[in-house]
């Protein structure tokens, strides 16, 4: 069964304190990785799709990186317009649906 | 375009009560997908649709729960009855033929039971 962890549950930072939050991952055949930001009362936004380890992919002040076991999403000089849940989710195998782990609450204070 | 639309935004109902979410999927999306949120498990998938044939239903808890797709642009998922443990936010997305690619959500639904 195709299983995704992340961590920490919850990350507060100071504005511009750049971090790391973590994806882990065990799936047979990865087809995919993805990255999704949450804000509350809303549906998950897409951010990006990684697809084979040592991709990386930028955008703004957020930047994805898979390796074969984990991926890890950057924030680097983060704003408080970054706080959301950040989920993380694969696709493998020949199935076409998305496995999500709990999230990552990001919380960026002034 | 409008991205993924889904009605009722909020849902109340009484135990024993039919409910049913609608879902309009973006257009030219060949897949669709029905999931649910809670605190406790996350977000999980329950059903997921191609070309409007149900794929994979192993997620719908039970029989209480069903989901239609009559045509490329409409889905439901009908609860009948509805219990308290089903309150929960319930997201639509779809995304574009190919199976690997990006799912884009709807703004969901949030349905309580009483």
């Known amino acids: 069964e195709d299983q995704v962890t992340q961590s920490p549950e919850a990350l507060r930072l100071q504005e511009g304190e750049s971090s790391s939050l973590n994806c882990s991952y065990t799936v047979s055949g990865l087809r995919g990785l993805f990255w999704y930001r949450q804000d509350p009362g809303k549906g998950p936004e897409f951010l990006f799709t990684?697809?084979?380890a040592g991709e990386e992919k930028e955008k703004e002040r957020l930047k994805a990186t898979l390796t074969k076991k984990e991926s890890f999403l950057h924030i680097t000089a983060p704003k408080p317009e970054d706080s959301a849940t950040y989920l993380c989710a694969v696709s493998a195998g020949a199935n076409s649906k998305l496995t999500f782990g709990k999230g990552i609450t990001l919380s960026v204070r002034p | 375009d409008a991205g993924v639309i889904q009605s009722p935004r909020h849902e109340v109902t009484e135990m024993g009560q039919e409910v049913t979410l609608r879902c309009k999927p973006i257009?030219?999306?060949?897949?669709l997908f029905w999931y649910r949120q809670t605190m406790m498990r996350g977000l999980e998938l329950l059903i997921y649709f191609n070309n409007n044939v149900p794929i994979d239903d192993s997620g719908m808890p039970e029989d209480r729960f069903s989901a239609k797709m009559p045509n490329a642009s409409f889905s439901t998922l009908k609860i009948q009855p509805s219990e308290p443990r089903d309150s929960a936010v319930y997201f639509c997305?779809?995304?574009?033929?190919?199976?690997?690619?990006?799912?884009?959500f709807g703004p969901g639904t949030r349905l309580t039971v009483t």
């Open positions: 990684l697809y084979s």
């Open positions: 997305a779809s995304s574009r033929p190919g199976g690997a690619y990006e799912q884009y």
């Open positions: 257009s030219g999306h060949d897949y």
